[in-house]
């Protein structure tokens, strides 16, 4: 009989760490709650063994890689207790047992006092259908050995059920880095906090389906340390986002200039133009290639299109616009050049994307008040001067660009990273289906349109990545194969009511 703290839970916090913080820390918050790191460890291997008690009952054969620190301790705990539920164990330690201390060290012979097997050489992975990662935990970073690569990749190839224990083997729980080779989860249970690394990125993929297991202290840890990034669910997005008056009409919901569509390129343009008038902007208007006039306008009627030759007709336009958005299909030859610098005298709210990025890279001047919304590649073209900056930490590489361009940044993919200087999000909607082109193009018209609304910069942008996201899960519930961008329309319109 187990206590009701040491089970996982699905409801993950709206808080994130560094893996430093929460090793630093755990100790502290466990001796503010009246116990000691060694039940810490007693309580993880509860809650790892109450997901073979719920979720794999039948499972019978199972296998734990353990390592040298406190990830084997945890695995160790678990042994026992699957040892004593009548399950057929197998540890494979890839270190000499001999290396462990502390409560591992414990764990270690209180499994060996109920006669578990403790292999040093590998046995046959195909024997097991459940596997149970607690080689390396918070502390890990940097590479894996060819040999652990190996055992990793097999264990992929199995059929087997895969669980890391905290974090799984080869990923970095602050920067998302995760090393070749790195284990591959189905589910991984985190403790005490969540490590912001597991969420974004990469290593969103290879943590599976992510458990959380407070450990019973996660209200003494949260009055130790602030948290490194958020993580908000749909209330707390929702929250700035105001109910529209009965007396509302077309000029008080905001009015969206998008500039971008160069020659052949109307799709993008009128993506973006389409998502700010579902998002909700009372009015929107099109500045594009005159060639391309027709095009955007047919079939959605509801835009105003400006065929644009030069960058005094742009000005005009500009005039009249609470928020402008530019970059989608704008190119990047003479006529999106010329445009571009005269959208850098908007002194209002301006989302970049796309081309726009591109453009910006190249030059030194900066727009007032922007959201900058790139992908990973869009991302590194423009830190391309900042060699300092290790551009495959997620969070150093948003943070660093959102500062130096003194803008919020929208660093897309897995789990978005929403930057001001303030604060991080780290956002929880989203799939693969979104891999479809002219995504991107939706994703900056929905924020145009929040903003015209009179939501702020990080607000707005943290909402509008959680419903696009939402809205594509929602949408490939009919298959992730082939979504479109424009699918997204009516789910857009009924998440934001």
Aim: proline share 3%.
């Amino acid at each position: 009989m187990f206590i009701l703290e040491a089970k996982y839970t699905t409801n993950l916090p709206q808080v994130a760490y560094s893996a430093q913080q929460v090793q630093q820390y755990e100790a502290q918050a466990a001796q503010n709650s009246g116990t000691q790191l060694s039940h810490l460890m007693q309580r993880a291997g509860e809650a790892l063994f109450s997901w073979f008690e719920y979720d794999q009952v039948s499972a019978q054969h199972v296998l734990l890689l353990v390592g040298k620190g406190n990830n084997a301790g945890d695995a160790y705990v678990l042994a026992k207790l699957l040892h004593q539920s009548g399950r057929n164990v197998c540890v494979f330690s890839l270190y000499d047992p001999a290396l462990l201390s502390g409560d591992a060290k414990d764990a270690y012979h209180e499994a060996c006092k109920h006669s578990i097997t403790v292999v040093m050489e590998r046995p046959k992975i195909s024997d097991f259908c459940v596997i149970v990662d607690g080689v390396f935990g918070t502390g890990f970073r940097g590479d894996l050995s060819n040999d652990i690569q190996a055992l990793f990749k097999e264990c992929a190839n199995t059929r087997a059920k895969c669980l890391s224990i905290d974090v799984p083997s080869g990923i970095n729980g602050t920067t998302g880095i995760v090393a070749k080779g790195a284990f591959c989860a189905d589910v991984t249970i985190t403790f005490i906090a969540l490590k912001q690394g597991l969420l974004t990125g990469t290593a969103k993929g290879f943590c599976g389906q992510l458990l959380y297991a407070s450990l019973a202290v996660e209200d003494a840890f949260y009055q130790l340390t602030p948290p490194s990034a958020v993580y908000m669910d749909h209330t707390a997005l929702f929250v700035e986002l105001e109910k529209r008056p009965l007396d509302s009409y077309k000029n008080t919901c905001g009015h969206v200039l998008l500039v971008g569509g160069n020659k052949g390129m109307a799709g993008a343009i009128r993506l973006a133009s389409e998502a700010a008038l579902r998002s909700g902007a009372g009015l929107v208007t099109v500045a594009t290639h005159p060639d391309n006039v027709a095009s955007v306008l047919q079939g959605r009627y509801e835009l105003m299109v400006h065929g644009i030759q030069n960058a005094s007709e742009l000005s005009i336009l500009m005039s009249k616009a609470d928020i402008m958005v530019i970059g989608p299909g704008l190119g990047q030859d003479e006529w999106a050049q010329a445009i571009f610098t005269s959208s850098l005298g908007f002194a209002k709210p301006v989302v970049c994307d796309a081309d726009g990025l591109n453009l910006l890279a190249k030059t030194k001047l900066r727009f007032d008040n922007a959201i900058l919304t790139p992908h990973f590649a869009e991302a590194k073209r423009l830190a391309c001067d900042f060699e300092t900056i290790d551009v495959f930490n997620r969070f150093e590489l948003a943070s660093h660009l959102a500062k130096t361009y003194k803008a919020t940044l929208v660093l897309k993919g897995p789990g978005t990273l929403t930057v001001s200087e303030e604060c991080i999000n780290i956002n929880r909607s989203g799939c693969a289906a979104m891999a479809s082109a002219g995504m991107g193009d939706v994703l900056s018209g929905i924020i145009g349109a929040l903003l015209a609304q009179g939501m702020k910069p990080f607000a707005a942008t943290s909402l509008a990545v959680y419903i696009h996201g939402l809205a594509a899960q929602i949408a490939a519930k009919e298959g992730e194969r082939g979504l479109l961008a424009s699918d997204l329309f009516v789910h857009i319109r009924r998440l934001l009511g």
